[in-house]
């Protein structure tokens, strides 16, 4: 079992709607969660970044984590034809990182 | 700032050659993350550094990887020899600290092809 688990997808969505992502992950001891943004033929960066439970909002973006599910949720308003790029879920343990095996999204104009 | 500089960009070779990867980190990161990405597999850390030391290659799969950190400059990843099933995109990732609270700056990374 990987230790970030994470629908592959792809994911399709008009324009404007409210997209989901979600993974789950299974070390009680991670702190930190993250989510990155990779575009095709470029590396990932940084998107979203929380630390232990709760929400943060960025924007048009929100990003969620249940401690008590092992639940990390990144939702998206008003979705945009840029925002079409792969999202991959991000938890660490001190400095090792674990990434999921990220959700392609495309959104359609 | 440059950000975290990979080369080369793409690579193709023939199975059985070596192959160098080298990765230069953003100035004043003081680690330093190498990453195999396949459709397959995903993202995966193969190998992390922390001031030029390596803390923890349980990634690396086999042998025939080997990473070194000669400099708080420059890191490379060598695979000897190699094979097709190593074909993947490699990425280099820096940060400052070493805890999980500061980001990760990923470089563009190397497209390796082994016929």
């Known amino acids: 079992q990987k230790e970030v688990e994470q629908d592959p997808g792809p994911l399709s969505v008009p324009e404007g709607a409210i997209v989901s992502l979600n993974c789950t992950y299974s070390?009680?001891?991670?702190?930190?969660f993250m989510w990155y943004r990779q575009y095709s033929r470029k590396g990932p960066e940084l998107l979203m970044y929380?630390?232990?439970?709760g929400n943060k909002e960025d924007g048009r973006f929100t990003a969620q984590v249940d401690k008590s599910s092992k639940y990390i949720s990144l939702f998206i308003r008003d979705s945009q034809p840029s925002d079409s790029a792969t999202y991959l879920c991000?938890?660490?343990?001190?400095?090792?990182?674990?990434f999921g095996s990220g959700t392609k999204l495309n959104v359609k104009p | 700032d440059a950000g975290v500089i990979q080369s080369p960009r793409h690579e193709v070779t023939e199975m059985g050659q070596e192959v160098t990867l080298r990765c230069k980190p953003i100035?004043?990161?003081?680690?330093l993350f190498w990453y195999r990405q396949t459709m397959m597999r995903g993202l995966e850390l193969l190998i992390y550094?922390?001031?030029?030391?390596?803390?923890?290659d349980s990634g690396m799969p086999e042998d025939r990887f080997s990473a070194k950190m000669p400099n708080a400059s420059f890191s490379t990843l060598k695979i000897q020899p190699s094979e097709p099933r190593d074909s993947a995109v490699y990425f280099c990732?820096?940060?400052?600290?070493?805890?999980?609270?500061?980001?990760?700056?990923f470089g563009p990374g190397t497209r390796l092809t082994v016929l």
């Open positions: 991000a938890s660490t343990n001190f400095n090792k990182f674990y």
């Open positions: 070390n009680s001891a991670f702190q930190y």
């Open positions: 929380t630390y232990s439970s």
């Open positions: 100035s004043g990161h003081n680690s």
């Open positions: 550094f922390n001031n030029n030391v390596p803390i923890d």
């Open positions: 990732a820096t940060k400052r600290g070493s805890t999980g609270s500061d980001e990760q700056f």
